[in-house]
């Protein structure tokens, strides 16, 4: 979260739990059932973290594997470091018999992990999902990232945690730029986005910011420029989401907007959304951590009926000086 404490739009509503059993592949861990969902969710103190609905397409944009077979698996796992892949190149990269590799691609595809396309393929993750909101002036549009949004996902990550109170996200483009792929499904940890964008036609130029400076602001897709197509990405949230027995109740949440479109509610409206979908997809626990340094954040989540729930004096080192780090948390 980042500078968003006087966002003038609440967090949206969960409205009620989902049924996980849908067409398609659900959320789940692969080497178990579905974890249970609860008929409504629990009362907490604090301002209320839903008052606005979530669309239901939303809350079913993506789907974690449930893979049968190996060959699956390493299929799967290729196209989505390569972002496009052909059937040639699979059938070149995975080194398994032919019609083993041509059976899983068949059926990662018929049950909707695969996007064909002329010969190629891309991991489907109900990406083609997005809603456009009115907020703050503009017509805001809020969809799942997809892999073409990967170097400026990391642009705009790091423009936003530039001035260095934000450690996990500025980890967060590490990860990004290092593993090159948007979506992660591991046996131990999945990540997905909802990023926020804004039709360039829609601002005027005087709001627009500076297109050449602070990580490559320019050009057209799919340079690290927060730019796709003839939008621009103007924030993001993040959840991390661990698949260890132990700890497969809780997501990590990161949001952030960029400085020049801030205070129009598209920070509440991106956190609302992805804690939404967090309980509709049985999670109980949203958390993230923060310097104490960034007051606005933590006021802003405590604004949302967020609360502390430890303090690590001196956890991080920022700029020469010892930081405390803030562990705060909404329980769904």
Do not use: C
């Amino acid at each position: 979260m980042n500078d968003q404490s006087d966002d003038p739009t609440r967090l949206p509503k969960y409205g009620g739990p989902r049924d996980r059993q849908r067409t398609g592949p659900a959320w789940r861990r692969s080497d178990g059932p579905p974890r249970a969902t609860r008929s409504e969710p629990r009362p907490r103190g604090g301002a209320s973290a839903f008052e606005s609905p979530v669309e239901d397409d939303l809350l079913e944009a993506f789907a974690v594997l449930d893979f049968e077979t190996e060959a699956q698996k390493r299929v799967y796992r290729y196209v989505e470091r390569q972002g496009v892949a052909s059937d040639d190149e699979i059938h070149e990269r995975i080194d398994l018999p032919t019609e083993e590799v041509a059976i899983a691609i068949q059926w990662l595809v018929q049950h909707g992990y695969l996007e064909a396309d002329a010969g190629t393929f891309r991991v489907a993750h109900g990406t083609e999902v997005e809603r456009t909101y009115r907020l703050g002036g503009l017509d805001v549009t809020i969809r799942p990232a997809r892999q073409e949004d990967l170097a400026g996902l990391v642009g705009l990550i790091r423009t936003v945690t530039d001035d260095r109170t934000y450690v996990v996200a500025e980890s967060v483009a590490a990860q990004l730029a290092s593993e090159e792929t948007v979506i992660r499904d591991t046996d131990t940890r999945s990540r997905l986005f909802f990023v926020a964008t804004v039709e360039d036609r829609a601002v005027g130029d005087g709001e627009m910011g500076d297109r050449t400076t602070g990580n490559g602001l320019t050009g057209d897709r799919p340079t690290g420029n927060g730019r796709t197509s003839d939008s621009q990405l103007v924030g993001w949230a993040h959840l991390t989401l661990p698949r260890i027995e132990y700890l497969d109740h809780t997501a990590e949440l990161t949001v952030g907007v960029r400085p020049d479109f801030r205070r129009r509610g598209i920070g509440s409206r991106l956190s609302g959304i992805a804690v939404a979908w967090a309980a509709a997809n049985g999670y109980r626990k949203v958390y993230q951590s923060l310097p104490g340094t960034n007051r606005a954040a933590i006021d802003f989540l405590r604004n949302h009926g967020w609360r502390v729930e430890a303090v690590r004096p001196d956890h991080y080192r920022i700029d020469g000086e010892f930081v405390d780090e803030v562990m705060m948390a909404v329980e769904l």
